[in-house]
């Protein structure tokens, strides 16, 4: 109750009197209660539509072989039936009142769903699971537009993801899943155009991370020259870049729009430190190593679009270091380029691993001074989480030479006791 | 008001969409089963299950096939499985091809999954995978078919078939 703390204050020193002091601390109370009396409705409202949706999904999978065909036609497109009753209602009587338009488009995903799924136990329609998911997400991708919920838009994308995935590993790797790139940015498009930044921001927030998650786990899926292994490097130079674009791109709010900042920041930051780690075992240079080198760098339609997306990254991070200096500039927005060396020295002289080690480590470094220069405790604990995996990663690997990890091991300990020592002398020298 | 006819138009013009997906996978079946003929496969089913669709017999149907000139084709071609009725009245794969074969033969659309170079054979992932079933009679079946020694297992499922187009009608489990 900090409220009540400075209220008893400013009536001692008679800023306010009594009076004035419990209309405040009432206004308070009340305004507080409606808000979160609001939040609960919706949330309430959310997980019951979402329950009676599953469990409508689950009463249809249990496939109910004793009804003769047209009784089974007739309850298939009950759900639909039904739920498009109740959205009429919710268009004509309470098109004003957002629980309710969330409420109804959730139940109407699902019931869309269930409809089709036991349309196809009747017809024995075949088809993955993917197939299906496919045609039960285009379905009911116009709700998005009729009612503008955002559990929906949840459910979509969480949605159309599977879909991906499955189209993709189904296609051993070897065609973009073209369908998932178009309604993703239906999705996005929506969402500019309907969500207000400022309304509903938690379930914006899980919007944001969703589709930043779903559209970095589909990326890989652009790249189709699956055959050929030794373009793994070209990918994993890929992921550097995607992810230092989408650090880039959170410094831009007028481009990222409703969606959340930090969802691309933290998505970026952990894919490249994920991407980091996997070059900095040195199993990994040597699969490249077992290939002819020069089919490393042939040219294919892949090679084409990762030089396309790094182009775009480097005059994007050159703009912006021209007009905001080199110190505004996240340096982790510069790796991808720092990499094009590592990369090509990786490939023909076999010491890529030492480089990207070195390069986890400074980051490391830099991230835990940097935190700490900010007094922001988050940077600084993500710092020490990137040496520490490093540290882990290391120690445990096996093809490293003991001697060589021990000296290693004591050489970046002392480094860390020096740089102590000098923290701890300047801060005496500023004191004084 | 103006606000509040748009929506009305928006939500007429959504469940339209969907009744019209729902009503032309219903229609389209329909048209398979009332015009098409009737074809039998021999398969060997197991029972898996799907979250959306329930229970379900993963059909198994014979789906190598030799084929002449197997340089031509890699994995993932598109081509038409082309099948023959034979003496027992079941429907076997007996090729490939790239282009539509005529009407009157029985074929289906399908995906080369596997090449075998020395062999020439290769496998295809056909169109049909599925017999949905309810849960109990699924598990009921299945344990029938674990005490049956795979090569005895006599299974297949019957079908209506029309111009590529293809709706399973029952799965029969030896009863030969």
């Known amino acids: 109750m900090g409220i009540e703390k400075h209220l008893s204050e400013l009536i001692t020193n ?3 009197d009594e009076k004035i002091a419990s209309d405040i601390s009432q206004y308070y109370m009340n305004k507080g209660k409606n808000v979160s009396n609001n939040k609960i409705v919706l949330a309430f409202a959310i997980i019951g539509s979402v329950f009676v949706g599953l469990g409508t999904i689950v009463l249809i999978a249990y496939n109910w072989h004793f009804f003769n065909k047209s009784v089974k036609l007739f309850f298939s497109l009950l759900p639909l039936i039904s739920s498009s009753a109740c959205g009429l209602y919710v268009v004509l009587k309470k098109n004003k009142q957002q629980i309710w338009k969330e409420s109804v488009s959730i139940i109407q995903f699902f019931t869309i769903g269930a409809s089709l799924a036991m349309i196809s136990q009747i ?12 045609l039960w997400v285009i379905t009911a991708l116009p709700l998005l537009f009729l009612y503008n919920s955002k559990v929906t838009t949840i459910l979509l994308t969480s949605y159309i993801t599977y879909y991906a995935i ?16 178009l309604i993703i940015a239906i999705i996005i498009f929506h969402t500019y155009k309907f969500y207000d930044k400022n309304k509903n921001r938690r379930l914006l927030k899980i919007i944001s991370f969703i589709t930043v998650i779903s559209i970095s786990m589909i990326f890989a899926s652009i790249f189709t020259n699956a055959s050929a292994t030794e373009t793994t490097i070209i990918r994993s130079w890929a992921y550097l870049i995607f992810s ?62 990762v030089i396309a997306i790094f182009c775009m990254q480097s005059i994007i991070s050159l703009n912006r270091i021209k007009h905001q200096g080199i110190a505004k500039i996240d340096y982790y927005e510069l790796i991808p380029i720092i990499f094009v060396p590592i990369f090509l020295g990786g490939i023909y002289l076999d010491v890529g691993a030492i480089f990207t080690n070195l390069i986890i480590l400074a980051l490391g470094t830099i991230t835990i001074v940097a935190g700490n220069r900010q007094n922001n405790i988050l940077i600084v604990n993500y710092g020490m989480l990137i040496i520490s995996i490093l540290i882990i990663c290391r120690f445990f690997d096996t093809e490293m030479p003991l001697l060589a990890k021990g000296i290693v091991f004591i050489l970046i300990g002392c480094g860390f006791f020096v740089y102590n020592l000098i923290l701890q002398r300047r801060k005496k020298n500023n004191a004084t | 008001m103006q606000r509040d006819k748009r929506l009305l138009l928006i939500f007429i013009i959504t469940t339209t969409f969907q009744f019209a997906i729902a009503l032309y996978l219903i229609i389209d079946s329909e048209l398979v089963l009332s015009n098409g003929q009737e074809i039998k496969l021999r398969l060997k089913p197991v029972d898996p299950i799907d ?11 014979e789906s190598a096939v030799k084929i002449e000139n197997i340089d031509n084709w890699k994995v993932g071609d598109k081509c038409f499985a082309i099948f023959d009725e034979d003496s027992l009245g079941f429907y076997k794969l007996k090729s490939i091809s790239e282009l539509e074969p005529s009407k009157n033969k029985v074929y289906l659309s399908s995906k080369i999954m596997w090449i075998i170079q020395s062999d020439s054979m290769a496998t295809l992932q056909l169109p ?10 699924a598990k009921q079946l299945e344990s029938e078919i674990s005490g049956i020694p795979s090569d005895s297992l006599k299974a297949y499922i019957i079908t209506n078939y029309n111009n590529g187009k293809i709706t399973v009608k029952d799965l029969i489990i030896n009863k030969l």
Not at chain 1, 125 to 133: A, H, N, R, S
Not at chain 2, 51 to 61: A, D, E, P, S
Not at chain 2, 128 to 137: A, L, R, T, V
């Open chain 1, 123 to 134: 017809y024995q329609l075949q088809g993955e699971t993917y197939q299906f998911v496919l």
């Open chain 2, 128 to 137: 049909i995978n599925k017999f949905y079933i309810e849960e109990s009679k």
């Open chain 1, 244 to 305: 230092s674009l989408l650090i880039t791109l959170s410094n831009y709010s007028e481009i990222i729009g409703p969606y959340d900042k930090k969802s691309l920041q933290v998505v970026g930051y952990l894919g490249m430190l994920s991407t980091l780690i996997t070059l900095s075992f040195d199993g990994f240079w040597q699969i490249q190593g077992a290939f002819p080198r020069s089919s490393i760098l042939q040219f294919n339609m892949d090679l084409l679009l």
């Open chain 1, 14 to 16: 008679n800023v306010i």
């Open chain 2, 51 to 61: 979250i959306f669709r329930g229970h379900y017999f993963q059909l198994n149907i």
């Open chain 1, 166 to 181: 499955g189209y993709y590993f189904e296609n051993s790797l070897k065609m973009t899943p073209l369908l998932y790139w």
